[in-house]
Structure formats: structure tokens, C-alpha cells
């Protein structure tokens, strides 16, 4: 079974970091543009960021920019995000999802929802 499981995730201060692991199996990560979604309490789910699988390019929405940094190692099949400078407002599930292709900080075309991986809970708050 293809799925992603997302580990990292725990309570920090603002200001604070972390670092989000996705972890595949049941498929190759390297044939995939990965992107990182995130889903407060009571709001849409948002994308975070996308790095392609052709050229390693990164994208992010503009909330994210200069603070989390999206990165890849394809012979751990794992991706990641660097979160720096953490706010209050960055509290959400964290999830990660592939796609054929980055459309902007989402790739593209998405798993339905119910085959992504659990989440990691990221809580900013002092």
C-alpha cells in the first residue's frame, strides 16, 4: 500500500523550530513531486510547499517563505521540512502528499485524502 508517514511534529515555543520527516512506502519518492499540507482546527486544508522531482525546485505559500525550507533525500525516501522562526498561527496537522508535478506549492494531481498518511500535530505556544 502507497502511503506516507509523517513523524516530527510536538509542541515549541514561538520562535522555535522543528523538523518534519515524511517517510514513503509501497512506492519510489524519486518519481514523485512531494508537497506539505497543513490543517488547523476548524479551517481548509492549506498547502505548505512543494519540491519538484525533475530539477528540485521549491515553492512555498507566501505565509511560510524565508522561515520553512522543503528538501528531499530520495534514497531515504524521505522528505522534509525545516520550520524556523515558528508563530502561533503555523499550529496545525502537518501531512505530505505527492503528485505528478509541483502546480505552484501544491503538486498536482493529488491522492484522495483518505489514502494520506496520519499527520503530525505541530503546537506553537508558550
Known amino acids: 500500500q502507497e502511503q506516507f508517514v509523517e513523524s516530527g511534529g510536538g509542541l515549541v515555543q514561538p520562535g522555535g523550530s522543528l523538523t518534519l520527516s515524511c517517510e514513503a512506502s509501497?512506492?519510489?519518492?524519486?518519481?514523485?513531486?512531494v508537497g506539505w499540507f497543513r490543517q488547523a482546527p476548524g479551517k481548509e486544508l492549506e498547502g505548505v510547499s512543494c519540491i519538484s522531482n525533475r530539477n528540485g525546485r521549491t515553492y512555498y505559500v507566501d505565509s511560510v517563505k524565508g522561515r520553512f525550507t522543503i528538501s528531499r533525500d530520495n534514497a531515504k525516501n524521505t522528505a522534509y521540512l525545516q520550520m524556523n522562526s515558528l508563530k502561533p498561527e503555523d499550529t496545525a496537522v502537518y501531512y505530505c502528499?505527492?503528485?505528478?508535478?509541483?502546480?505552484?506549492?501544491?503538486?498536482?494531481?493529488?491522492?484522495?485524502?483518505?489514502?494520506w498518511g496520519q499527520g503530525t500535530q505541530v503546537t506553537v505556544s508558550s
Open positions: 509501497g512506492f519510489t519518492l524519486g518519481d514523485y513531486a
Open positions: 502528499a505527492e503528485g505528478t508535478y509541483c502546480s505552484g506549492y501544491r503538486p498536482y494531481p493529488l491522492p484522495e485524502f483518505d489514502s
